[in-house]
């Protein structure tokens, strides 16, 4: 018979219980900041939060969702999400994303700063559902030029005068 080593027989019994219990919990958004709407009439809760927690402008931002039934917690089963992302005049939609099992999230370039509506249209069991969240993008300054330490003048510098020598030789010759 062989013998096993006992960390590697422990660990792997972590990682298969790991597995396992991931596979049958049910996940919601896992963020501070989550919001909540509820549809008393349907027993219906859709929680919102997105990553990262500060938007940064032109960068991917994942906007999450969890339906719940709130009475039972349970992930409410088979809908379509239509998503829409507005601030002022500008307007776009994520159409027809088939949602199985409760839990779905899209990813947004926020194009600019201030606060933007997100807009949930859930179609499910012959009805439909309109929640509403908002999203808060701060107002960003350019990117730095320069970091901490200068590196950049540095770089140009030695840069010129690389530059200088060089000239100073080619006019000799």
Do not use: C
């Not at 590196?151 to 020598?165: C, D, H, Q, S, T």
Request: proline fraction near 5%.
């Amino acid at each position: 018979m062989q013998n096993f080593n006992p960390i590697i027989v422990s660990n792997l019994a972590l990682v298969i219980t790991l597995i396992v219990f991931l596979n049958w919990t049910h996940a919601h958004v896992e963020l501070d900041d989550a919001q909540f709407w509820e549809d008393p009439q349907d027993n219906l809760e859709i929680e919102f939060g997105y990553e990262p927690e500060v938007p940064v402008i032109d960068t991917f931002t994942n906007l999450e969702f969890s339906i719940t039934d709130f009475r039972t917690g349970e992930h409410i089963e088979d809908s379509v999400a239509f998503v829409t992302i507005t601030k002022g005049q500008r307007l776009y939609k994520f159409q027809n994303i088939t949602v199985p099992k409760g839990d779905f999230s899209v990813d947004y370039l926020f194009p600019e700063d201030g606060t933007h509506q997100v807009l949930l249209r859930l179609d499910r069991n012959n009805s439909i559902h309109v929640a509403s969240f908002q999203v808060f993008v701060p107002h960003q300054s350019p990117p730095y030029i320069l970091d901490n330490q200068g590196n950049l003048i540095i770089g140009i510098g030695i840069f010129a005068a690389v530059g200088a020598i060089t000239i100073l030789i080619l006019k000799k010759k």
